[in-house]
Structures are given as structure tokens and as C-alpha cells.
């Protein structure tokens, strides 16, 4: 708070106290009041005036500086209410309380809203568990007639349900999740004995280097994030998949390597973004451009990193990043 800007906010009220001066003086030598005593009268009441408006500055100022640099140091704007004391005087301690009262209202409707975004969340889950019933059934009753065309069709069916409950939990994924050590190698393993019928059918080969390394993640989020490159490889073209391990001294990188068409460079920066599908989600397959977003946020709630690099027509490498911490070692 300038002492300029205070001088040109009271200016109003100095005018008119001015004002106010100029009629007593004319009053007080209408009845031949002394000069001296005009002067002294006049000398007190100004050193009085200016006296109580430096006080008056000196005070606001020290409040409205602390709420400037409050406000400017806080990422989280809203919790400036909890940074600030009622200050003593007046128009400060209405301020003071209308902050507060902003501040609680908004509280109370992230409140309703983390309510019903719980409440949705939990029907989401609950719809997902309740439709994998039926779609496990008829996957069943394909297996059992022979009508691989039909269980294709279920298998993507249900790829996209997993897709909708991993969404749903991403956002809070540190609520649903065990950190432990995880073996590439069986997480791997498990994904290609999913996915067989179709890489089979398509004629992929996988081939894998060094996966006996073991991660500190959560294995079903880890399963989840390499079914996703895996179906990415398979819409894509590609005729062969290499997944290999590189143990550093302070991180595990796995990379997940296709053959596949590739991703033009001028989609690579924009990969990881939300409903992204570039160029060859619009001509070689539908796509929703969620499952690499997916991968992506449980990175990040995880700790882990991901990145990507290709060279378009030839392959497409995604590298997961795992660190390592010293105090899950057990001895």
C-alpha cells in the first residue's frame, strides 16, 4: 500500500475538511478573533488532522501488505483466509470477514461436489463389475462354439470397460493402490497369455530381454498400463513387440518396442494428452485417445515417468521409468 495512492483515495475527505476549515476561519474573524488565536487553532487542528491519517495508514498499510504478499506466495489462492489475522479496524475487519465467508462457501460446495463425484465414481464401479458378468458369459459361450470373430469383438468390449474403470479410479489412485515389488517378467507374462488368441491371429512375436527385475509399483496398475501398449501395438500394425529391461543404479527404465507404423513427429508431443488421436487414430483405426492418458496420469500418481519416442513407418518405443528406493530393500 503506497502512501500516494492513500493520499488520493482521502482526497475527497481532505477537500471537505479544507472546506470546513475555510468557513470557521471566516467565522472566527467575523468575531474578531485574534489572529494568533486563529493561527494556534488552526496549527493544532492540522498537526491533529495529520497525525490521525498517518496512524490511519500506518495501520491499513500493514494489513494490506500481508494480504498482497499472502496472495502472491499462495499456489492455493483460496486458503488466503487461514493466512490472515482480523485486523483492528473497521473497513479491514469487514474485509476480513467477507473473505471468510467466500472461503467457507466455497469449502462447503467442493464438498457437495467431491460427494458426488465419490457417488458416481462408486456407480461407475459398480456398473463395470455388473456388465464384466454378461460379457464373460458370452466370451464363455464363444469359446465353447468356436465363434472367434464374436469373442474378438467381446475381448474389445471389454478392453474398454477395464478402460472406464481405470479412469474412474485414476483420479484417486493413491486410495486404491499396494506398493510392492513386482517381477517384469510375471506382469509381462501375464498380459501376453491375455492377449494370445489375438497375436496368434495376427502372427505377432514377442520377444523379451532382461525382465527379471523387479519394481517397486503396484502390480494390477503396472498389468493395466502395459495391456494398454500392448493393444496399441497390436491396432497399429505392428508384426513383432521386444520388451526389455535397463536396472540403473537409481531407476528400472522398461521399454516397450513395436514395429508398428509409427507415430508422426509432429503427434509426439501431444501423445500423452486427453482424447488425443492424432493422425493415425483418425485413418488406420477408431480411436479415443484415452488409453495412453491413462497410462500416463497412473504414472504420475504412481511416481513413475513415461516417454515415448518413434520415427514414423518403422517402430514406436514407449519407456517406463520406475525409481528406486532404498528403504523397500529387504536384507
Not at 527379471?212 to 496398475?221: H, I, L, R
Request: charged fraction near 25%; glycine fraction near 6%; hydrophobic fraction near 40%.
Amino acid at each position: 500500500m503506497k502512501l500516494t495512492d492513500f493520499l488520493r483515495d482521502r482526497l475527497p475527505a481532505f477537500l471537505i475538511s479544507a472546506a470546513a476549515w475555510i468557513l470557521a476561519l471566516i467565522f472566527l474573524f467575523a468575531f474578531h478573533v485574534p489572529a494568533e488565536a486563529v493561527v494556534i487553532v488552526s496549527v493544532i487542528v492540522l498537526l491533529g488532522a495529520a497525525a490521525a491519517e498517518l496512524w490511519a495508514f500506518l495501520r491499513k498499510r500493514g494489513y494490506y501488505d500481508k494480504l498482497s504478499s499472502s496472495l502472491e506466495q499462495l499456489d492455493k489462492k483460496y486458503l488466503l483466509s487461514e493466512m490472515l489475522e482480523e485486523p483492528e479496524f473497521l473497513d479491514g475487519r469487514i474485509l476480513h470477514s467477507a473473505i471468510c465467508e467466500a472461503d467457507k462457501s466455497m469449502c462447503e460446495h467442493i464438498a457437495e461436489y467431491r460427494r458426488e463425484s465419490a457417488d458416481f465414481r462408486e456407480y461407475i464401479e459398480l456398473w463395470v463389475h455388473e456388465i464384466k458378468l454378461p460379457v464373460a458369459g458370452l466370451q464363455l459361450m464363444c469359446h465353447n462354439d468356436g465363434a472367434q470373430r464374436y469373442a474378438e469383438q467381446l475381448r474389445r468390449i471389454d478392453e474398454y470397460i477395464e478402460n472406464v474403470l481405470y479412469y474412474a479410479r485414476s483420479g484417486s489412485a493413491e486410495k486404491d493402490y499396494i506398493i510392492k515389488p513386482v517381477s517384469l517378467k510375471r506382469a509381462f507374462a501375464d498380459i501376453a497369455v491375455r492377449n494370445r488368441c489375438e497375436l496368434q491371429e495376427r502372427g505377432i512375436s514377442l520377444h523379451t530381454a532382461d525382465l527379471g527385475a523387479e519394481v517397486m509399483t503396484d502390480g494390477k496398475w503396472l498389468e493395466f498400463m502395459l495391456g494398454q501398449l500392448m493393444s496399441n501395438s497390436i491396432k497399429y500394425g505392428a508384426s513383432e513387440i521386444t520388451v526389455s529391461a535397463e536396472e540403473l543404479p537409481d531407476r528400472t527404465v522398461l521399454r516397450f518396442r513395436d514395429n508398428g507404423i509409427g507415430i508422426p513427429a509432429g503427434d509426439l508431443p501431444y501423445i500423452f494428452d486427453k482424447t488425443f488421436t492424432g493422425e493415425n487414430g483418425r485413418t488406420h483405426t477408431k480411436s479415443t485417445g484415452m488409453g495412453l492418458y491413462i497410462v500416463k496420469k497412473l504414472c504420475d500418481r504412481l511416481g513413475h515417468s513415461a516417454e515415448v519416442s518413434s520415427v514414423q513407418g518403422e517402430f514406436t518405443e514407449i519407456a517406463l521409468t520406475f525409481g528406486k528406493n532404498e528403504l523397500y530393500k529387504v536384507e
